[in-house]
Antibody, heavy 111, light 106 residues
Framework: QVQLKESGPGLVQPSETLSLTCTVSGFSLTSNSVHWVRQPPGKGLEWMGIIRSGGSTDYNSALKSRLSISRDTSKSQVFLKMNSLQTEDTAIYYC?????WGQGVMVTVSS | DIQMTQSPSFLSASVGDRVTINCKASQNINKYLDWYQQKLGEAPKLLIYNTNSLHTAIPSRFSGSGSGTDFTLTISSLQPEDVATYFCFQHNSGYTFGAGTKLELK
């Protein structure tokens, strides 16, 4: 069945770079797009970016200068990298195919 | 960027009530509007895609309607398990979530 699972560090220092991995199963990344979405504690959902089936990417204009999404289709993994992290980047980070979501990973930005 | 204005922000209703939640896009998004349900401590779950298509295993009391810039999620008869926050999401031009509607039981 379709599954997505996020992994990465729970704690990141301010000004450092966040690296997250989304490992998928039950479908091919060459046939499906994967989005990254985040949710600060107690707040709404923010769309961050997408990597499409063909490998093209698109980013939230507010995050574009700091964000990069890539993938390794042979490993069924999608990667998120975001630099210059600040406390306001503290959130649950989800990867999603729109119709299926990962469980999310909580990332706290703190020294 | 397309903005999504969702209303109301908060809604209190009784079991059996008909509930409607609205989303208004800042420009035409055709039919490309999804609705998600998020229960406390869980990941969002797709309810409706492309305005009015019910996702797999979603109860038929949920329905979606609209076109262009104005869209509605309707719960025909509210059940206790429907307590959640609901989000709209446009994917016509870029991608944008609404701010959410928190639904509680009266």
């Amino acid at each position: 069945q379709v599954q997505l699972k996020e992994s990465g560090p729970g704690l990141v220092q301010p000004s450092e770079t966040l690296s997250l991995t989304c490992t998928v199963s039950g479908f091919s990344l060459t046939s499906n797009s994967v989005h990254w979405v985040r949710q600060p504690p107690g707040k709404g959902l923010e769309w961050m970016g997408i990597i499409r089936s063909g490998g093209s990417t698109d980013y939230n204009s507010a995050l574009k200068s700091r964000l990069s999404i890539s993938r390794d289709t042979s490993k069924s993994q999608v990667f998120l990298k975001m630099n210059s992290l600040q406390t306001e980047d503290t959130a649950i980070y989800y990867c999603t195919r729109r119709n299926y979501w990962g469980q999310g990973v909580m990332v706290t930005v703190s020294s | 960027d397309i903005q999504m204005t969702q209303s109301p922000s908060f809604l209190s209703a009784s079991v059996g009530d008909r509930v409607t939640i609205n989303c208004k896009a800042s420009q035409n998004i055709n039919k490309y509007l999804d609705w998600y349900q998020q229960k406390l401590g869980e990941a969002p779950k797709l309810l409706i895609y492309n305005t009015n298509s019910l996702h797999t295993a979603i109860p038929s009391r949920f329905s979606g309607s609209g076109s262009g810039t104005d869209f509605t999620l309707t719960i025909s008869s509210l059940q206790p398990e429907d307590v959640a926050t609901y989000f709209c999401f446009q994917h016509n031009s870029g991608y944008t979530f609404g701010a959410g509607t928190k639904l509680e039981l009266k």
